[in-house]
Structures are given as C-alpha cells and as structure tokens.
T-cell receptor, first 112, second 112 residues
Framework: ELKVEQNPLFLSMQEGKNYTIYCNYSTTSDRLYWYRQDPGKSLESLFVLLSNGAVKQEGRLMASLDTKARLSTLHITAAVHDLSATYFCAVAPQGGSEKLVFGKGTKLTVNP | ETGVTQSPTHLIKTRGQQVTLRCSSQSGHNTVSWYQQALGQGPQFIFQ???????GRGNFPPRFSGLQFPNYSSELNVNALELDDSALYLCASSLRAIGVAFFGQGTRLTVV
C-alpha cells in the first residue's frame, strides 16, 4: 500500500529565508504532484513531476523529484507572507491509476 | 478558477440522514474523483468514475456511493450519515491517466 509522508508538518519562517519541505513515498509511482491549500479553500495545483530528476520552478517555489530515493522536495526561496498556506504532496501509484495518495500537508507560516 | 464546480458549498445534516453532493467537471475532462478531507488532514480518496463506470475505490464503506452522468458530471451520495462524515468533500476532474487533477472548491458537510 502506498504511503506518503511529509515533513515538517508545521513550518514557521521569517520573510526572506529559505527552506525545504520533504515528501517521501513508499512504492514506485507514476507521478507526483504538489498542491497549495489556503484556509477554507480548495486545492491549487502547483507542480506535476513525471520523471526522475524532474525539476520545476514557479516564482519562489521549486520542486524536484528523485524516483530512486522516492523523494520529492519543495524548496522555498526568500519566503514572503503570501506563501503562507498548507502544501500537500500527492502521489499517483504506478499503473496509470488516478487515485492520488496525499501526505498530511505542511502548514507554512511566513512571518514579517 | 479551475472550471470544476461543486454544489452546495455548505451543508448541515443530522446523523442518520442521507446527502447528495454534486460536481460539474471541467470541460473536456472524462474522469471525476471524489476525496474526503477531514479537518487538519490530507484528502482521502473515496472513488473515481471514468465514462460513467466506477474505476477504483478507497477504504470507504458501501454507504458512500456515486454516479457519473453522460456529460461527465458526478454525484456523491452518503447514506446513514455519521458524525465522522463531517468533512470537506472535494471533487477533482482530469483527462484519463494524463496530467493534473483539478479540484473544485469543495462542499463542507457538517453532521450534527
């Protein structure tokens, strides 16, 4: 059974600092996603990572995937308050299934 | 805006009642998945529909059932509501086995 673990679960950081959120998963996967969720809102897609070594960047966020280590990272550069949200990684099991298994999420708070 | 719409946005029901939640998928998407997100947790996969057929189910009891219609919209039905069914229910649409699942804004169900 596929399990997805994120850490840390809570992250409080100052504006301007850098940090990394980690996502480990337990079995081979086809795809890995990163989503953002603001309080009381739905999930916003940030990145889709499809292959080993994939790296994607959007603004201050950069995501990477190491399929051999079954690890994805979401790196935050020079954080700003607007990045405060909960970030989820989600993994699609190998075989083309659309069933996504989510981590518990990382609640990020960026303080001025 | 993802183009995935859910109704209603909020709902309060009494334990033992039945509820129907609705989802209109994004134009061109033929796959709809439903997720339950309890407070402070990551979404949990309930089931998926592809071309009006159930295509995978998570660890939810049979009182959770669904339908997909020819226009690819979908319903989630929950019978004999329990207090633990209180959660945010998210619908996601996608193109079969390709690309990103786009989430609707969710239905917040409270069972009292």
């Amino acid at each position: 059974e596929l399990k997805v673990e994120q850490n840390p679960l809570f992250l409080s950081m100052q504006e301007g600092k850098n940090y990394t959120i980690y996502c480990n998963y337990s079995t081979t996967s086809d795809r890995l996603y990163w989503y953002r969720q603001d309080p009381g809102k739905s999930l916003e897609s940030l990145f889709v990572l499809l292959s080993n070594g994939a790296v994607k960047q959007e603004g201050r966020l950069m995501a990477s995937l190491d399929t051999k280590a079954r690890l994805s990272t979401l790196h935050i550069t020079a954080a700003v308050h607007d990045l405060s949200a909960t970030y989820f990684c989600a993994v699609a099991p190998q075989g083309g299934s659309e069933k996504l298994v989510f981590g518990k999420g990382t609640k990020l708070t960026v303080n001025p | 805006e993802t183009g995935v719409t859910q109704s209603p946005t909020h709902l309060i029901k009494t334990r033992g009642q039945q509820v129907t939640l609705r989802c209109s998928s994004q134009s061109g998407h033929n796959t709809v998945s439903w997720y339950q997100q309890a407070l402070g947790q990551g979404p949990q996969f309930i089931f998926q529909y592809y071309r009006e057929e159930e295509n995978g189910r998570g660890n939810f009891p049979p009182r959770f059932s669904g339908l997909q219609f020819p226009n690819y919209s979908s319903e989630l039905n929950v019978n004999a509501l329990e207090l633990d069914d209180s959660a945010l229910y998210l619908c996601a649409s996608s193109l079969r086995a390709i690309g990103v699942a786009f989430f609707g804004q969710g239905t917040r169900l409270t069972v009292v």
